[in-house]
């Protein structure tokens, strides 16, 4: 596993080498490269954001075409292609980003959670163990702080996710999702207990960042929507 992850783990870590030797202070660096990390993963977003805004919009239309050939697979199938064709849609679009994500996050937490697996500069030995502002040791666990702030960013973030993501096909699980709203902050926090407080930290200034993606992916939402109803408008007023 480490093998794998060291493919994305090892780059970012000169990163926090090299952020380190310019900040020379490890809990700023971590504020600093979460920062770094989430701006180049932010283009990502907007693209899963615009194409959750593409799929409410065929959402009506599929399943129209799913129940007039619901004993036709093979015609379901060259029309569903048509239709992606004409409203320029890719099913995949709104997966892909979240594919793209995964395995950098899973990078950054093997990183963050055995830096000197990554890591072989002497000066990092030291830098790992540093206190930031009520945290004693960095590389230790803070029991409640961090935690609790983490695991509340969490569940202001996937609130947050869950009213973006208004895809009609999401209603078959909104009692789960409901249930994950709670469920998963209350891991992070748990988590967060037991894993480094670098890690935490990381966790915890991520999630405050997200928060202000989707404000401003709700905004982008909006202006596509607004787009969306008057190109309908300007078809309509065509075809009188």
């Excluded at 830096?115 to 500069?121: A, D, F, K, V, W």
């Excluded at 509340?152 to 909104?174: E, R």
């Amino acid at each position: 596993m480490y093998t794998i992850l060291g493919v994305i783990a090892k780059p970012m870590g000169w990163l926090l080498d090299l952020l380190y030797g310019f900040i020379n202070n490890y809990g700023i660096t971590i504020i600093v490269f979460t920062c770094i990390v989430k701006l180049c993963i932010y283009p990502l977003y907007i693209k899963q954001t615009k194409s959750m805004a593409a799929m409410a919009d065929v959402q009506p239309k599929m399943q129209a075409l799913q129940r007039k050939y619901a004993n036709d697979k093979e015609t379901l199938n060259i029309k569903l292609a048509e239709l992606y064709k004409e409203e320029k849609f890719n099913p995949m679009g709104g997966c892909l980003p979240m594919l793209i994500q995964m395995p950098i996050i899973m990078g950054l937490f093997a990183l963050l959670r055995n830096p000197m697996l990554y890591i072989t500069e002497d000066s990092m030995i030291f830098a790992f163990h540093e206190p930031f502002l009520w945290i004693e040791d960095l590389s230790q666990p803070d029991p409640w702080i961090l935690p609790i702030i983490a695991g509340v960013g969490t569940f202001i973030s996937f609130s947050m996710n869950q009213a973006l993501s208004d895809n009609p096909a999401a209603a078959q699980s909104a009692g789960m999702m409901k249930m994950m709203k709670f469920i998963f902050p209350i891991m992070i926090l748990w988590m967060a207990r037991a894993f480094p407080s670098g890690l935490a930290l990381y966790w915890a200034v991520s999630q405050v960042i997200q928060i202000f993606f989707n404000i401003h992916m709700a905004s982008v939402r909006k202006k596509l929507k607004r787009e969306r109803e008057e190109a309908k408008a300007k078809k309509k007023a065509k075809k009188r």
